[in-house]
């Protein structure tokens, strides 16, 4: 063994050992709340802080889910994330395609004014009064159409498209296809990698959306689940169950196992997502990055 080698794995292993020591520091603090919510209060309030629970207790989920608030905010904000993610990718899509054409009249102009809403935006205020005099308050219209197209999204979709080969859309030209039948039969197959990326960028955001859920959404009753989270633990109290379906030996769990469980049912259903669209994760974002 050389002595570069040599040098070359102590790098490596010192590596392996400060990443590993990062990623445990990152995962503990999620590994509490999951385990804070399956433990008993008594041990919780016993110990204060526990990553091995000893005495397991579903108090927590059986509390929440003991009134219909959390189960239909969470029905909400799942056809949320699923349908305003198909409307957003149909649209960045749309827009992304012609872009990519260099034939395009206008194409850098509508470039320039794309980029120029990646530095500057119209603000809180009177993104909030255009909302307003389209009537989409208490709509939930109002939190996928203010975002329905992301710059940055746009940007590298429309330099993912502009990567195919120019032979594929001539030929299916040839056959006869027309611009959209090059784009949903020639385009979209080979996209893929790119689309699922970009799918998990708006679903995360339409899954985790919280100001403008505040900002538009006068009614309680279409809240998303983030809201009620923030309800949750701005009062600090267990006011979400209904104590009157449970029996008298009942007692009701100290609000901190609470918010942990309504953190862990907020969270693991789009933690589940990630895993089948990882392999497609890196590749889409990179396919799109090299050329301007």
Same mark, same amino acid.
């Given at each position: !063994?050389?002595?570069?080698?040599?040098?070359?794995?102590?790098?490596?292993?010192?590596? +392996?050992?400060?990443?590993?020591?990062?990623? !445990?520091?990152?995962?503990?603090?999620? /590994?509490?709340?999951?385990?804070?919510?399956?433990?008993?209060?008594?041990? /919780?309030?016993?110990?204060?802080?526990?990553?091995?629970?000893?005495?397991?207790?579903?108090?927590?989920?059986?509390?929440?889910?003991?009134?219909?608030?959390?189960?239909?905010?969470?029905?909400?904000?799942?056809?949320?994330?699923?349908?305003?993610? /198909?409307?957003?990718?149909?649209?960045?899509? %749309?827009?992304?395609?012609?872009? +990519?054409?260099?034939?395009?009249?206008?194409?850098?102009?509508?470039?320039?004014?794309?980029?120029?809403?990646?530095?500057?935006?119209?603000?809180?205020?009177?993104?909030?009064?255009?909302?307003?005099?389209?009537?989409?308050?208490?709509?939930? @219209?109002?939190?996928?159409?203010?975002?329905?197209?992301?710059?940055?999204? %746009?940007?590298?979709? #429309?330099?993912?498209? &502009? &990567?195919?080969?120019?032979?594929?859309?001539?030929?299916?030209? =040839?056959?006869?296809?027309?611009?959209?039948?090059?784009?949903?039969?020639?385009?979209?197959?080979?996209?893929?990698?790119?689309?699922?990326?970009?799918?998990?960028?708006?679903?995360?955001?339409? @899954?985790?959306?919280?100001?403008?859920?505040?900002?538009?959404?006068?009614?309680?009753? #279409?809240?998303?689940?983030?809201? @009620?989270?923030? &309800?949750?633990?701005?009062?600090?109290?267990?006011?979400?169950?209904?104590? &009157?379906?449970?029996?008298?030996?009942?007692?009701?769990?100290?609000?901190?196992? =609470?918010?942990?469980?309504? =953190?862990?049912?907020?969270?693991?259903?789009?933690?589940?997502?990630?895993?089948? /669209?990882?392999?497609?994760?890196?590749?889409?974002?990179?396919?799109?990055?090299?050329?301007?």
């Amino acid at each position: !063994m050389t002595r570069t080698s040599f040098y070359s794995r102590i790098f490596d292993v010192s590596l +392996a050992i400060v990443l590993a020591i990062f990623a !445990m520091l990152s995962f503990i603090p999620f /590994l509490y709340v999951v385990a804070a919510s399956f433990t008993s209060s008594a041990e /919780l309030l016993r110990k204060g802080f526990v990553l091995f629970p000893t005495s397991f207790s579903l108090d927590g989920y059986r509390y929440i889910f003991s009134t219909s608030t959390i189960t239909r905010s969470l029905c909400v904000t799942i056809i949320l994330a699923v349908v305003g993610t /198909l409307i957003n990718l149909f649209a960045t899509v %749309l827009m992304a395609y012609p872009l +990519a054409r260099k034939d395009l009249a206008g194409r850098r102009f509508l470039m320039l004014m794309i980029v120029f809403t990646l530095i500057f935006s119209g603000g809180m205020i009177p993104t909030y009064l255009v909302v307003k005099s389209l009537h989409l308050l208490d709509s939930y @219209w109002s939190l996928v159409l203010p975002g329905l197209i992301n710059a940055f999204n %746009l940007i590298v979709l #429309k330099n993912f498209f &502009q &990567q195919l080969p120019e032979g594929l859309e001539e030929s299916a030209r =040839i056959d006869g296809c027309s611009d959209y039948g090059v784009l949903f039969r020639i385009v979209l197959p080979l996209s893929g990698s790119a689309l699922a990326t970009f799918g998990l960028f708006y679903a995360v955001g339409h @899954w985790n959306t919280f100001f403008n859920a505040i900002l538009y959404m006068n009614d309680a009753h #279409k809240w998303p689940i983030q809201v @009620w989270l923030r &309800q949750i633990i701005i009062l600090s109290q267990g006011g979400i169950g209904d104590s &009157q379906n449970f029996d008298d030996s009942f007692i009701v769990p100290p609000p901190a196992i =609470i918010k942990m469980a309504v =953190i862990v049912i907020s969270t693991v259903p789009i933690l589940l997502v990630y895993p089948f /669209l990882q392999r497609h994760f890196a590749k889409g974002v990179l396919l799109g990055s090299v050329k301007g």
